[in-house]
């Protein structure tokens, strides 16, 4: 079982709709949540935190963290072309370091 | 202040050359990474040093070798490069404060081919 696991998609949402991507993870001492957008050729640019249960809002961009599921999702609303990108998850397992483990990565696709 | 710097940007290798990979930063974080990205797999962690004198295993440390050699400065090194390493590499950094809600700030990234 892969530390980190997403959906590889791509996912297909039309402009001006709700795009959700889900993030699970295996370990239950992790404490940290992370979402980063990478564009084809560019560097993991972070979008969103987030640290305790529940939803975290930044503009367009949701974060939700469920520690009891494992679970930790983003929405973004009212999706915008330049959304297109891969959208990578990270979990922050500290203990006495910050060892950081990224998913794979969904591809998202905005449709006009 | 320029971030994180890695150098090179892109390099081809011959197997079994050998190669450093540099990467420095200049925020003062006490916590640096090497990550390889390969189509479809996201970033795994090859090595990560949580501060100036001690180094760690990653996911995927087979083949490298890393030296922090001070704060700023964590570099790879390819012994013997295999075309299984053909990949692309990004270094990043983190304050790496227990009490501090950190950000993972990347490289530009080094695109190396081994051949």
């Known amino acids: 079982q892969k530390e980190v696991e997403q959906n590889s998609g791509p996912l297909s949402v039309p402009e001006g709709a709700i795009a959700s991507l889900n993030c699970t993870y295996s370990d239950r001492g992790s404490q940290s949540f992370f979402w980063y957008r990478q564009y084809s050729g560019k560097s993991p640019e972070l979008i969103m935190s987030?640290?305790?249960?529940g939803d975290k809002e930044d503009g367009r961009f949701t974060a939700q963290l469920n520690k009891a599921s494992q679970y930790v999702s983003l929405l973004i609303r009212d999706s915008q072309p330049s959304d297109s990108a891969t959208y990578l998850c990270?979990?922050?397992?500290?203990?006495?370091?910050?060892?950081?483990?990224f998913g794979s990565g969904t591809r998202l696709s905005i449709r006009p | 202040n320029a971030g994180v710097t890695q150098t090179p940007k892109f390099q081809v290798l011959k197997t079994g050359q050998s190669m450093t990979l540099q990467c420095a930063q200049d925020m003062n974080h006490n916590s640096m990474y090497w990550y390889r990205q390969d189509p479809g797999m996201g970033l795994r962690l090859i090595y990560y040093s949580a501060s100036e004198g001690t180094t760690d295993k990653g996911e995927v440390p087979n083949g490298y070798n890393v030296s922090r050699l001070n704060k700023r400065e964590f570099s790879l090194r390819l012994e013997s490069a295999a075309p299984s390493q053909t990949s692309v590499y990004f270094c990043?950094?983190?304050?790496?404060?227990?009490?501090?809600?950190?950000?993972?700030?990347f490289g530009p990234g080094t695109r190396l081919t081994v051949l």
């Open positions: 990270a979990v922050n397992r500290y203990s006495s370091a910050s060892k950081i483990i």
């Open positions: 987030i640290y305790s249960n």
């Open positions: 990043a950094s983190i304050k790496g404060d227990i009490e501090s809600t950190d950000t993972q700030y």
